[in-house]
């Protein structure tokens, strides 16, 4: 099977280093952290992380011009695309973060806030359960009771038809999400040990495949 060239798309915050680190871990040698259109449209996968508040992941995407980039990409070339915790909530329509502010739209839905009873901490950081709901390539190599590391105040909120993953927390919260070639995860793969590696293997191979 060839191996697909990654881009980890670089709009000035988040962890990309931690996520190349841990995609290299796994012996993918076609990675490379971008911010160039022509990286973007040329690579078979992209992973967006994110880390931070909505407002200046989404300001610092339009600054580069990344938003344009990746809707050809993703939207026209239909190019598969992982994103991480804030980089899964840009693809809302709209966050309730520090205000309202318009996302990439690419899964209709919206970012709202952690309202939760005591002893409910908020942020929630942590190891936390994620129940897989309906089947998807992310989770094709991993356990149902399985569990990955959170770090996030808000969440995104859409329809259940568009949530593959959940974990509790007071309430069920959304812990991954696709549509078509479009798929997000809201903890952080990169900082969840085997099951984080797993999750990007599962991912990247399906893409490989197809």
Request: glycine letters at 6%; hydrophobic letters at 40%; one cysteine or more.
């Given at each position: 099977?060839?191996?697909p060239?990654?881009?980890?798309?670089?709009y000035?915050?988040?962890?990309?280093?931690?996520?190349?680190?841990?995609i290299?871990?796994?012996d993918?040698?076609r990675?490379?952290?971008?911010?160039?259109?022509?990286?973007?449209?040329?690579?078979d996968?992209?992973v967006?992380?994110?880390?931070?508040?909505?407002?200046a992941?989404i300001?610092?995407?339009?600054?580069?011009?990344?938003?344009?980039?990746?809707?050809?990409?993703v939207?026209v070339?239909?190019?598969p695309?992982?994103?991480?915790?804030?980089?899964?909530?840009?693809m809302?329509?709209i966050s309730?973060e520090?205000?309202?502010h318009?996302?990439?739209?690419w899964i209709?839905?919206r970012?709202?806030k952690?309202?939760l009873p005591?002893?409910y901490?908020v942020?929630?950081?942590?190891?936390?359960?994620v129940?897989?709901?309906?089947s998807?390539?992310?989770?094709?190599?991993?356990?149902?009771?399985?569990?990955?590391?959170?770090?996030?105040?808000y969440?995104?909120q859409c329809?259940?038809?568009?949530?593959?993953?959940?974990?509790?927390y007071?309430?069920?919260?959304?812990?991954?999400?696709?549509h078509k070639?479009i798929?997000?995860?809201q903890?952080?793969?990169?900082?969840s040990h085997t099951n984080?590696?797993k999750?990007?293997?599962?991912?990247?191979?399906?893409?490989?495949q197809c």
């Amino acid at each position: 099977m060839n191996q697909p060239s990654i881009v980890i798309v670089d709009y000035g915050i988040g962890n990309v280093h931690s996520v190349s680190s841990a995609i290299l871990s796994l012996d993918y040698r076609r990675v490379k952290i971008s911010k160039h259109a022509k990286d973007i449209l040329d690579a078979d996968v992209l992973v967006l992380p994110g880390v931070g508040a909505f407002e200046a992941c989404i300001k610092n995407l339009c600054a580069y011009h990344l938003d344009e980039i990746l809707n050809e990409s993703v939207l026209v070339l239909q190019k598969p695309i992982l994103g991480i915790c804030v980089g899964m909530q840009l693809m809302a329509d709209i966050s309730e973060e520090n205000g309202f502010h318009t996302g990439l739209g690419w899964i209709p839905g919206r970012v709202v806030k952690l309202d939760l009873p005591k002893p409910y901490l908020v942020p929630h950081v942590g190891w936390n359960n994620v129940r897989i709901i309906q089947s998807s390539p992310l989770f094709s190599s991993i356990d149902k009771d399985c569990h990955f590391y959170f770090d996030h105040s808000y969440y995104y909120q859409c329809d259940q038809r568009y949530v593959t993953a959940a974990c509790d927390y007071s309430h069920l919260v959304t812990a991954s999400i696709s549509h078509k070639n479009i798929y997000g995860v809201q903890f952080h793969p990169e900082k969840s040990h085997t099951n984080g590696l797993k999750l990007f293997r599962s991912f990247f191979n399906a893409v490989g495949q197809c």
